[in-house]
């Protein structure tokens, strides 16, 4: 994997882990305004750097949350533990 | 329903095998306190919670240590995938070459085969999340003698960042222990 893909992928799982750690404090704080301004920033920037991931990489997400177009990419390495 | 995501929730880089020390970490992977055992234990203690906020953290532990399970695969596969035939009889691992060559099975280090007597769903919602809470703390304590046996720091930041999940997930159930309690005193007044 080039470094250029790794940077990309390094920021996507931290944003991902963001998101996670937000959403599980969210679960037993559901009141708190500024965890839930941080979550929906959090997912919209995701799905930004999500699609252009995607765009260079192929799809990320199964069962149609990722579009493949042009080709099947799904099947193509590397799969996480190959990274 | 679940859907995969094509990466791994913390990256896992270890290129050095160490067949000895893929020994030890596997029983994250399938021992009493490991990943699947966590995961199966709040998916399947959510049905019988009785408030929405419970249900909905352990779904999302739950989910989480899935994730977790993945990565302690990853990490037992990189530290045997290129290890050679005489390192895994060396590291006292043959026994499991025999049955799994390098492929991952849920065992504990010591070989005993996962099984679903590791996790409780008493259908009681305080006893199933004091469960869950020292659950998470066995998890710590497990992680924490990982990190003393780990000579390897690609490894360590990993177990090292485990271990951190196991004391947030803790923090997490002990709150929604205390929304279980509000709920049930509640109810107990009308």
Excluded: C
Excluded at chain 2, 69 to 90: F, K, Q, S, T
């Amino acid at each position: 994997m080039d470094e250029e893909r790794r940077q990309l992928l390094d920021r996507l799982v931290a944003l991902e882990f963001t998101a996670i750690e937000l959403q599980l404090f969210l679960d037993t704080h559901p009141d708190d305004q500024r965890a839930l301004a941080d979550f929906n920033a959090t997912a919209q920037e995701l799905a930004g750097l999500r699609e252009l991931y995607e765009s260079r990489y192929g799809p990320l997400l199964s069962y149609g949350f990722s579009p493949s177009p042009r080709a099947w990419r799904w099947v193509e390495e590397p799969w996480p533990w190959q990274m | 329903m679940w859907v995969y995501e094509k990466t791994l929730l913390y990256p896992v880089r270890v290129t050095r095998p160490d067949p000895r020390m893929a020994r030890e970490i596997i029983t994250q992977y399938g021992g009493p306190d490991g990943e699947l055992a966590a995961s199966l234990r709040y998916l399947t203690q959510r049905y019988a919670m009785p408030v929405s906020q419970a249900v909905a953290t352990l779904t999302d532990i739950g989910t989480e240590e899935l994730a977790h399970m993945e990565i302690v695969g990853a990490l037992v596969y990189r530290l045997i995938r290129d290890a050679p035939l005489d390192a895994i009889i060396a590291a006292g691992m043959d026994p499991y070459y025999a049955d799994h060559d390098r492929g991952i099975y849920f065992i504990t280090g010591t070989g005993e085969p996962w099984t679903a007597a590791y996790i409780a769903s008493k259908g009681d919602p305080v006893a199933d999340l004091h469960e869950d809470m020292a659950a998470e703390q066995k998890a710590r304590a497990t992680y924490e003698k990982l990190i003393d046996l780990s000579d390897d720091p690609d490894v360590t930041d990993v177990v090292r960042w485990l271990r951190q999940r196991e004391v947030n997930h803790f923090q997490r159930f002990g709150e929604t222990l205390n929304l279980v309690h509000e709920y049930l005193s509640r109810r107990r007044v009308f």
